[in-house]
């Protein structure tokens, strides 16, 4: 399968102001490039990329006065394939997990553990440990929250979108990555490119979107709370402990968005 996918962003800002933009696709999806992925600036501004603590690739510039036009478009080879279902998959003891995904059980900007797990125990304490029990937090999360781009809020939390019970991708995504974090499940948060492909098109404005990551039986495995259904054509452009780490975009100064759109879609024909 292939898939066309990029994005149209604008930003205004009063003086010249440095920008991250976390805009690239996952060094592990580059190699199915089969047009460049180019970030283009208009004006043009210089530009340098390095990779986070993540493993992400970043992007580097200052942003001049007036309006920054950044433009990307590329084709994408995919196996069209859905996510891969794993119900086997075992829940690893904490002292047995690797050094490198205990970052992932701890408490983020995002995701107070803190605040939740008290909640967490006596949903989930009785379920089986394992696949089986970060698909009930899942399940538990998709019902309990209210999807709407109205209830959009940068700032709302994995706790706050637990009593608000409203939001839009990312506040699924948190709420069920601090529930998985909760119960000792290291979970991570992802963001891409997520088309309506194999899925009935919906009339709602194309978006990047937000779902996670969870470490059962020595690998990673995808879930997404929103749509609580595998899904085909996911285009990863970031992992991180929340949306902290994989913001689209991070202005030291004032920058506001000017222009926003992406696209994803099938090529067929």
């Known amino acids: 399968m292939l898939i066309r996918a990029g994005y149209d962003i604008a930003f205004n800002a009063p003086a010249p102001t440095p920008l991250l933009l976390m805009l690239n696709l996952h060094p592990e999806r580059v190699a199915d490039l089969q047009t460049p992925e180019t970030m283009r600036f208009d004006p043009p501004v210089p530009a340098s990329d390095y990779t986070d603590g993540f493993g992400n690739r970043c992007t580097r510039v200052v942003a001049p006065p007036g309006l920054l036009r950044i433009t990307n478009q590329f084709t994408i080879a995919d196996s069209g394939e859905p996510d891969v279902q794993t119900p086997q998959a075992r829940q690893i003891a904490v002292e047995d997990l690797p050094p490198e995904v205990l970052v992932y059980l701890l408490g983020s900007r995002y995701c107070e553990t803190d605040k939740l797990s008290d909640t967490a125990w006596s949903l989930f304490g009785q379920v089986p440990p394992g696949w089986a029990r970060v698909q009930a937090i899942v399940e538990y999360v998709h019902d309990r929250i209210t999807f709407g781009y109205e209830f959009a809020r940068a700032t709302r939390t994995a706790y706050e979108g637990f009593i608000e019970r409203q939001g839009v991708c990312r506040d699924f995504a948190h709420l069920a990555v601090a529930l998985c974090r909760c119960m000792n499940i290291p979970a991570r948060y992802c963001t891409g490119y997520l088309g309506d492909i194999g899925v009935p098109a919906s009339d709602d404005p194309m978006d990047f979107s ?60």
């Not at 990863?236 to 506001?256: E, H, K, P």
């Open 210 to 269: 937000a779902w996670f990551d969870v470490y059962l039986d020595g690998a990673w495995h995808v879930f997404d709370a929103r749509h609580n259904h595998t899904r085909i054509g996911r285009l990863l452009m970031a992992r991180g402990r929340d949306a902290t780490d994989v913001a689209i975009s991070t202005a030291f100064g004032s920058a506001w968005l000017a222009g926003f759109e992406v696209t994803t879609y099938e090529i067929t024909g």
